[in-house]
């Protein structure tokens, strides 16, 4: 890992421009995805097919992924992984349900009542990628906090297989989603959010997907809601000298092996560590199966900061604003005030971020690229809906009618100060 | 206003596509504010001032605007205005305190604690138009979800003036802002997304404005957070033979004055009273300041729509998800627990809508053009992020390690299962 020297908003600013470098999305997809979306709009059903023919090399019958499927995916699958599923699903239940909100209503003055209503979204997609990258504990973490917050519909789509990823079928069976279609790509979301003969419109669509699915959803944005467009993933470690070098070399590698634009980041205050962080990482690089990409991603990104005392390390990591961040030193929970930017935060020296991506309950769609400065982890808050409502008696409008025309005038609105002198004549 | 005739599915969908016609932004504006975004980012404040002589006609010395025209906008606003705005902000501000949220935590089994940390986003920027278009209305709805939200800094930018508007300034000191810059359109926006000598770059923009504006903000979205692009604002009304046809004419054209794309739709079962609402209308509009604006809203765009039941109109009203909902209606809150999806809702035959526009508290940054399917007012929620937790002890991890190497392996992330590993072995 390269080594970063300078003020911490020197540091902070080099970091956040080879940020946004690495997350710079190609553009050059747009007028493909744009034809794709378009012709899915036109003629449905049979652009999903033709496309699949094009792109997927298979002809598809039934875009319905069916009951059949679903129960050989429950016998084929290896009974230790079901029941790890199974523990997953708990915890992420347990954890998201306390995401839940409860309304609130007030009456403020005589005869005036306001409040909020929390309303479920009605349909969601959950668009699963399929090859090596579909992974069965992304389907729980998009599907789960859905089902909490009261979605009446959940549709999956994935792109067609000869053979499905049997732990695919049985997470989205075990969360909950309530029909699957096989139809991928920019022609999956097209389906999602314009609907189809077989495929209903949807709300919102969420999950990760390749460039043409991420560029699809960009581009719908707005005629339906989407969770975020994610960027390489990233980890950023803050450790003293009470870390073990081994275990944040490992943590650092996890990162490291998804993609070779995935960033890892060390913060630390203690010289000895970096240095054997630097070594651990060599000695573990050179038998890890993803070793290639997890190499191009430490030596051209990943990088160590050594800083001078932990107010810096905090200011510094706040800076970052890490889609993950762990503390690796003694006492980590205390320092939890400290942590004002990051998606998940991972406490002391046995919490690996790891458990966190399978296990314990948090979410694992996380905001990337420094965007927790502004945004949050998926949860049960993007699948509800907040609605205002007030009612005003005759009387408790009579008392505040003059403030309210008062103000209308003043923008030069005489039509809102008319709808409430209307109701003040007689 | 046009009549229309059909299923609820039919009328919905014609709506829908009516709805989205309208919306439709011009995106031809697309590279000059690419080019303004990157003259901004390399040049500063330098191309700030260019822009101003060269859209606005004025010389800026300082792209502050100091405490000396503060003072004076507050000593030439009139006193009933200020008065007016103080008891508005009162109640904006006990509506959206409720909104406050607490973070939570749980132990759900020994020697593992979960949480989430709910903290205020840093700094934020918000957009207010200038000329005609501004609303001291709007800064309180936009400044004081953030202030309460707990933002430290909230820097607002408008188009510079050879005289502001005091009202702007007033609401803008009330409110809580802590700096204001005289900098509009697409190059404001520039510099509250990537900061210049002066202005401070800001982790999220809200805020109006016009089609620079709306374009700068969606090119500019992920690179910091955005509100919304907001389409032409809409009112739906439900109403029954209980209704006052006067009163709904009056709050339909409130609607339709702010722009000839607004759009007023009726929703009843009483087709005296539909009737009754066009006679009210033709008169009510002879009369209006704003006539000629209002007059095409309603004539091109203005829709009512017949249905049998009660039921079947709010069917359909939930299809449409307006911005603004009325119920015009007696015993209009029993019928809450109908409505599925609009931005704010309006109970009775005294809560006409500009109540909510300047007074009630609600927030008035609401969704447009169905977008109440999936999003929701403005509000405190807008200004926060949730940052999950979690640790586990070394035991803790020992009992659920198999698990997660399980769910590693099975994905082909075996770095993934290492870290684990590297925190058994021993």
Redesign the interface.
């Known amino acids: 890992m390269k080594r970063l020297v300078g003020t911490n908003k020197e540091i902070s600013r080099i970091l956040y421009e080879e940020q946004?470098a690495l997350s710079q999305q190609q553009t050059d997809v747009d007028d493909l995805v744009r034809e794709i979306l378009s012709q899915v709009k036109i003629r449905g059903d049979e652009a999903l097919r033709a496309y699949s023919q094009e792109f997927d090399q298979l002809a598809i019958q039934d875009l319905e992924v069916g009951d059949s499927l679903i129960e050989a995916a429950f016998a084929e699958l290896?009974t230790?992984?079901l029941?790890?599923?199974e523990?997953?699903q708990k915890?992420i239940e347990?954890?998201h349900r306390?995401?839940l909100?409860q309304g609130?209503e007030?009456q403020?003055s005589p005869g005036?009542?306001?409040g909020?209503?929390i309303?479920p979204?009605?349909r969601v997609g959950v668009y699963v990628p399929g090859g090596?990258a579909a992974?069965?504990?992304s389907v729980l973490m998009n599907v789960i906090p859905a089902k909490i917050a009261g979605v009446k519909e959940i549709i999956m789509i994935t792109p067609p297989q000869e053979h499905f990823n049997p732990?695919i079928l049985v997470a989205a069976k075990l969360a909950g989603v309530n029909k699957i279609y096989q139809v991928g790509g920019a022609q999956g979301i097209a389906a999602l959010a314009y609907g189809t003969e077989t495929i209903p419109k949807v709300?919102?669509i969420t999950g990760p997907g390749n460039i043409f699915v991420a560029r699809a959803k960009k581009l719908v944005y707005?005629?339906?809601?989407i969770d975020m467009?994610a960027g390489p993933s990233e980890i950023g470690i803050l450790a003293d000298e009470t870390a073990n070098p081994?275990?944040l070399a490992?943590?650092l590698?996890?990162q490291?092996?998804?993609d070779q634009l995935a960033r890892a980041i060390l913060v630390t205050n203690s010289d000895q560590l970096a240095n054997q962080v630097q070594e651990q990482l060599e000695i573990?690089l050179k038998t890890?199966?993803?070793e290639a990409i997890?190499r191009r991603s430490i030596e051209d990104n990943g990088r160590i900061i050594i800083t001078d005392s932990l107010a810096s390390m905090f200011e510094l990591m706040n800076q970052i604003a890490p889609e993950h961040l762990e503390i690796a030193m003694d006492q980590?929970?205390s320092y939890?005030d400290l942590?004002?930017?990051?998606?998940?935060?991972?406490?002391?020296?046995?919490?690996?971020?790891?458990?966190?991506?399978?296990?314990?309950?948090?979410?694992h769609v996380l905001p990337t690229?420094s965007?927790?400065?502004?945004?949050?982890?998926l949860?049960v808050?993007d699948f509800i809906?907040?609605?205002?409502?007030?009612?005003?008696?005759?009387e408790?409008?009579a008392v505040?009618a003059?403030?309210?025309r008062?103000?209308?005038y003043?923008?030069?609105?005489?039509?809102?100060?008319?709808?409430?002198?209307?109701?003040s004549q007689k």
């Open positions: 946004l290896d230790r992984v029941a790890a599923l523990r997953a915890n347990s954890y306390q995401q909100e609130f007030d403020p005036v009542i306001r909020q209503l309303r979204i009605e090596t992974y069965p504990s732990a709300d919102k707005g005629l339906v809601g467009i081994a275990y490992a943590d590698l996890s490291a092996e998804h573990q890890l199966p993803r997890a980590a929970y939890l942590v004002e930017n990051a998606g998940s935060v991972f406490l002391g020296h046995y919490t690996s971020e790891p458990i966190g991506d399978y296990y314990a309950g948090t979410n690229t965007t927790s400065r502004f945004s949050s982890a949860g808050y809906k907040r609605i205002q409502y007030t009612q005003y008696s005759q408790a409008l505040v003059d403030d309210i008062c103000l209308a003043a923008e030069g609105l005489a039509g809102h100060a008319r709808a409430i002198e209307a109701r």
